[in-house]
């Protein structure tokens, strides 16, 4: 058993950090030229702590597996980034954010952490401010805010719908102004196939160069995650194609705990999927709910009239629609938190009155007839033209006229790899930021707080907490690559990639991908509970005998290879989605994004069990990598200064 | 949403590394849903390949929202195909018709030389960027953020500019494969702001000088490369760029 120490720094809440900065080791310019630090990801949190490293005089060595650190999936964020900046004078401070994100969590995350990523938050607009990020601006010339769900005061900042675009374009610049300088080494279409572990710590990695197949091998004083979530272990989701697991994975089999891997967002408002050969599925923003009604039909014949193409959606008078996030949710309505208005959708369309011509008939509308009524057609346009565009590229329907469909779609993992107060997992020398630790956001993340983590672990926490290891580590020279470990690894992935290519069965990786999704998405997705997460635990081990057996990885691993690289990605899924639903099957509560119904109230609420489960689960790996086994480790959570609420929707507070 | 389909015929670009000399392949593909976007389809025309034994396209792809800027193919003679304001992976196949033959090629530049099929080497772009295209601020040590005030018609110009996904497909589809618009996006978008005019002379310089160097061509105000950006980047930034880049040049 691991022992999982956190190393909150003493003192107040409000002192920690302080507290922890001016007592941590350093390491002085002179011997940061010695040290070399790889970092694996270009993501927001990647790409800032690259630079932010180099900028203090560390050597690091870059790693993305697209052809550019631009594209990561990064991105992809849209609505914006919250920051305690109290701009709009409407009483926000680090402590109202810092509460907002810890209730919003529902009480699973770290106080120590979460308080210290409210404090940095500043930090954080500002140094993008400096870089040239064009956020949003008054009249006036100062920044523009809005509000987001689950909050009382507007603390976004963002740059039209692609805030998480110009974030990155400015984390990717300054880690560019390295790259001239000559501090950072770029890999672009490079991945990450093993760490190398010498002496219990971690020095290096093993990737894979997507073009020519070279296997190599890359020593560093220290090793960083920044791989991101592994929401495409169900298929689809709103993550890009090629955004994986195996990264942290890999680490997770060497030693590194893997923390509440139940913890997965689903988000409310997505085109729903329209057929077999969908390859991803593609957000709406939340911000529609603020002028969308949220319905279905009342009558299970109108849906199934109007999946059928009978009816129009036009035809339902009022009278037969059901608004049913205003009827169970009469305080909050169609804004209520991403989990609550997932499981609502879910709720309705298992009574048959879901929308869309797919095999699943899951969908439901959000209809802007009502705001159009109010408000006119051309406040909507300008609100939401961009969006309305969009959806009518992308399904041929022009939601000024018929109304949006809309179902919840995987788009965030909260969990992942643990990490202590600084942000080291439990392999010495192994950071995680961003998406990829287990982090802030307990079992549910605020819409606007990813790239706020991101950005804080990566230009501001990071960069200091790394020197507290490297400071004691300054004398050991680089570690020869011919070195047993490193040998041993190498051969390990070696091994793995002839193991994949001479199965030679019958069917493409995503058939067994698409298969393994639809397990998880209907019995470890939106609701589980206990007979279908031991009929999924199952399913999963059954399917992955499969794969093993029948999947055919064409062509040879000496150059491009993309089934090849899909292959290596979805064999670590595998394992991974077992341990979520082990995870989820042991977790005997309902707490944010995790709700098993068996744990409701009388009013269908999910029942969270503090006295029973508010720790994070860190399960450590002791399978033998035929037969996947986990041991379970609890940090317990403790809140010194923090009322524990119930979260509550349905009245105001 | 009606699951109509369609069959075509394809004409694909195969081409097995930088030195090869490539050519046209033709497959046919039936039953293609109107509703999947183009690189579904190309999915599945692989998936199609595969299960008969043949080598799947190469292509580059990642977001499939259309931001990252990944994709990148030639389609019927235009970048990202025949919808405009749109990157490949928004492109629907219901913009297609019946019995239709669909042509898709890489992009065709000197400075993205084609690594596979439909996949080409972009890299020289990040390196215009890794020349200047950028503020030369440490983390750390930034005022706060609201300290000058930009008037909003600036800011949002300058974001305008900045929307640019680095796709290349100004590049691909300029006659003199120029990066013009590329550099003048990002020039623009810096140079408007008051935190990136304190090096705007130097960064001009340097994005102009490293992209001669690689092999892009010159501007001739031809406009192919505003009417194919999926961005709608406009060429007045070419303009705003030559005003940069000229004054840097007379008065240093």
């Known amino acids: ?653 | 949403m009606a699951n109509k389909t369609i069959n075509i015929k394809l004409r694909v670009w195969r081409q097995n590394g930088p030195h090869d000399k490539g050519h046209f392949e033709e497959y046919e593909l039936n039953n293609v849903p109107t509703a999947a976007s183009f690189l579904e389809m190309m999915d599945l025309l692989n998936e199609k390949l595969i299960s008969e034994g043949k080598e799947p396209v190469a292509f580059d792809h990642d977001c499939r929202e259309g931001i990252c800027g990944a994709c990148s193919m030639y389609i019927n003679g235009r970048a990202h195909g025949p919808a405009t304001g749109v990157t490949t992976c928004q492109l629907h196949m219901r913009l297609f018709k019946d019995g239709e033959t669909i042509t898709v090629e890489p992009w065709r530049a000197k400075a993205f030389p084609v690594i596979k099929d439909l996949m080409v080497d972009r890299s020289a772009l990040d390196e215009i960027i890794k020349a200047g295209g950028y503020i030369s601020v440490n983390t750390g040590g930034a005022p706060d953020a609201n300290t000058i005030p930009i008037p909003k018609d600036v800011a949002s110009r300058a974001f305008d500019a900045a929307n640019c996904i680095g796709c290349g497909a100004c590049v691909a589809t300029c006659k003199n494969s120029s990066a013009m618009l590329f550099v003048a996006a990002k020039v623009s978008h810096l140079a408007l702001l008051p935190q990136g005019q304190v090096e705007a002379k130097e960064r001009v310089k340097k994005m102009i000088a490293k992209m001669d160097e690689l092999g892009f061509g010159s501007c001739t105000n031809t406009g192919a490369c505003e009417v194919e950006c999926p961005k709608g980047i406009s060429i007045a930034f070419i303009a705003k760029l030559n005003r940069e880049y000229l004054n840097a040049n007379l008065m240093p």
């Open chain 1, 1 to 653: 058993m691991i022992k999982l120490d956190a190393k909150i720094p003493q003192g107040r809440l409000k002192e920690k950090w302080t507290n922890y900065k001016e007592n941590q080791a350093l390491v002085s310019p002179a011997n940061k030229r010695k040290l070399d630090i790889i970092v694996v990801g270009t993501g927001l949190a990647g790409a800032s702590a690259a630079a932010t490293l180099a900028e203090l005089g560390f050597n690091v060595k870059v790693f993305c597996y697209q052809d550019s650190p631009r594209r990561a999936h990064s991105v992809a964020a849209q609505g914006g980034i919250n920051a305690a900046k109290n701009y709009q004078n409407d009483g926000d401070s680090v402590w109202r954010l810092y509460y907002d994100t810890i209730k919003g969590g529902d009480y699973r995350s770290r106080e120590a952490n979460v308080y210290r990523l409210a404090e940095v938050s500043s930090n954080i607009i500002d140094q993008a401010v400096a870089q040239g990020v064009p956020f949003a601006r008054e009249y006036g010339g100062l920044l523009a805010n809005r509000s987001f769900g689950g909050v009382l005061v507007s603390r976004t900042f963002y740059a039209r719908g692609q805030t998480g675009q110009q974030l990155l374009l400015g984390a990717y610049q300054a880690l560019m102004r390295q790259v001239n300088l000559g501090k950072i080494k770029l890999y672009p279409r490079t991945e990450m196939m093993n760490i190398v572990i010498i002496d219990g710590r971690a020095r290096g990695i093993i990737t894979r160069n997507l073009i020519t197949g070279e296997i190599q091998r890359h020593f560093g004083h220290a090793v960083v995650l920044a791989t991101g979530g592994y929401g495409n272990v169900y298929y689809l989701s709103t993550n890009a194609m090629g955004s994986n697991v195996s990264a942290a994975w890999k680490a997770h089999k060497k030693g590194a705990a893997f923390a509440n891997p139940a913890f997965v967002q689903i988000h409310p408002t997505a085109i729903p999927q329209h057929g077999e050969y969908q390859s991803k599925l593609t957000l709406m923003s939340e911000s529609l709910r603020n002028d969308g009604r949220v319905w279905v039909p009342k009558k299970v014949e109108d849906a199934k009239a109007i999946r059928e193409g009978r009816k129009r959606p036009e035809d339902i008078p009022d009278e037969d629609r059901d608004f049913y996030l205003e009827r169970m949710y009469p305080a909050y309505g169609n804004l209520v938190p991403r989990d609550v208005a997932a499981r609502a959708a879910k709720k309705v369309c298992d009574e048959g009155r879901g929308i869309e011509n797919n095999p699943t008939h899951e969908g439901v509308f959000l209809d802007f007839k009502y705001a159009i009524e109010r408000l006119g057609r051309k406040v909507i346009e300008e609100r939401y033209g961009n969006l309305f565009e969009m959806y009518e590229k992308i399904t041929g329907d022009n939601p000024y006229e018929t109304p949006m469909k809309i179902y919840p779609a995987v788009h965030y993992t909260m969990g992942g790899l643990w990490v202590d107060y600084e942000l080291m997992s439990t392999i010495p020398g192994l950071f995680v930021i961003g998406e990829a630790n287990f982090s802030d956001h307990g079992a549910n993340r605020l819409g606007a707080s990813a790239l706020m983590q991101g950005l804080a672990d990566g230009y501001f926490i990071l960069p200091y907490t790394i020197q507290n290891y490297l400071a004691d580590q300054i004398t050991v020279k680089p570690i020869e690559l011919s070195h047993p470990e490193f040998e041993k690894a190498e051969k390990e992935v070696r091994d793995h990639i002839k193991h994949l290519m001479s199965i030679n069965g019958k069917y493409s990786v995503d058939h067994f991908h698409r298969q393994l999704g639809r397990i998880m998405w209907n019995k470890v997705g939106i609701v589980r509970n206990a007979q279908g997460l031991k009929e999924a635990i199952d399913e999963i081990r059954a399917l992955r005998e499969e794969f093993w057996k029948n999947v055919r990885v064409p062509g040879t691993a000496d150059g491009i290879n993309v089934e090849l690289e899909k292959a290596n990605r979805v064999a670590d899924f595998f394992e991974l989605a077992e341990l979520m639903a082990i995870d989820a099957l042991h977790r005997e509560e309902s707490c944010g994004g995790h709700f098993r119904e068996e744990y409701q109230t009388e009013e269908g609420e999910p029942l969270r069990r503090d006295d029973l489960f508010m720790y994070v689960a860190a399960w450590e790996y002791k399978g033998d990598g035929q037969k996947h086994e986990w041991e379970l480790n609890k940090e317990p959570l403790v809140y010194e200064e923090t009322p524990i609420k119930v979260r509550n929707y349905k009245v105001a507070k």
